[in-house]
């Protein structure tokens, strides 16, 4: 694998990763998979980092799994492969991850920009899970992440048929934050990224964790999971610079502790 296929960029405080494999419109091949999780995983140590965006190129966010790659293998092959193992490390990330999708995000590709935190598409996004196709399911997510965010009926319709979606209609269904024309993908992304890379890094990663939280138990104990969080904020030096700075009438200068 060329180490091209995976660019890493810091502009200010948001780390930007491109998959760039264009010739198989990012097919993700599990060395390209464990060459994000490591470049992701890098910048989530990254103390000046305090939020990532993952984006492909204009055709294609990425096109699903390698299917050259899986096309023979056994199950045996992909259990002693860890066939997702280095999902499970992009699921782990600790700072909040924008997808900036144009282009095709299918199979493994919607799986990727359904792991990523938000997602910001152009005009020209296509949003799918065509592995019924090829006598599979999804399996980084698409049937229980597609699921909790667009509903049963229209996962369903998804799922079973591979059908792609617009743009307009993964707004509409609840899967993307925003549609904004293709040559201002990268603005309106960046836009997100910066606002939130202003706000104390502490209180934004404890926030993610709170409504990922949500996603997996039941409501009382997410709404202790929350308190607690809430609490051990008033720990934080950015918790006192943030309100003696509102109370001061002045800009905050938070300093990430
Ligand atoms: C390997 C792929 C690929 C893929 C595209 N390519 N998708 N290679 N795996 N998933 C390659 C093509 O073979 C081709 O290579 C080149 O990219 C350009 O693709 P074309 O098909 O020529 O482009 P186009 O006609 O524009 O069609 C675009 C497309 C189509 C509609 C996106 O490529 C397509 O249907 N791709 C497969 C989508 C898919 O089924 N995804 C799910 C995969 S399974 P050459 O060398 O011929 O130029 C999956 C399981 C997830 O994701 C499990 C968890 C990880």
Request: aromatic letters at 6%.
């Amino acid at each position: 694998m060329s180490e091209q296929e995976v660019l890493v960029e810091i502009r200010g405080h948001v780390g930007w990763i491109q998959l760039h494999r264009p010739k198989a419109l990012n097919a993700l091949h599990m060395g390209l998979i464990k060459q994000l999780a490591n470049h992701l995983e890098e910048l989530d140590g990254n103390d000046d980092i305090r939020c990532i965006v993952l984006k492909g190129d204009s055709k294609a966010f990425a096109a699903g799994a390698d299917i050259d790659e899986m096309a023979e293998s056994s199950p045996i092959d992909l259990i002693r492969k860890e066939f997702f193992g280095d999902w499970q490390r992009i699921r782990n990330i600790k700072k909040p991850v924008i997808a900036a999708v144009s282009g095709y995000a299918l199979g493994g590709g919607c799986e990727l920009a359904m792991c990523c935190d938000m997602i910001i598409a152009s005009e020209n996004a296509r949003f799918g899970q065509p592995e019924i196709k090829l006598g599979v399911i999804p399996g980084a997510g698409g049937t229980q992440r597609l699921t909790r965010a667009v509903g049963k009926v229209k996962a369903m319709e998804m799922v079973l048929t591979g059908s792609t979606i617009s743009a307009d209609e993964a707004l509409k269904a609840g899967l993307i934050n925003r549609v904004v024309p293709v040559d201002q993908l990268e603005e309106e992304t960046s836009k997100l990224a910066d606002k939130i890379a202003s706000h104390p890094p502490i209180a934004v990663h404890l926030a993610k964790q709170a409504i990922l939280k949500a996603l997996d138990v039941p409501l009382e104990y997410g709404l202790q999971f929350e308190q607690h969080l809430f609490y051990l904020l008033f720990a934080s030096e950015d918790q006192r610079e943030g309100m003696k700075a509102f109370i001061e009438k002045r800009k905050p200068d938070f300093s990430g502790r």
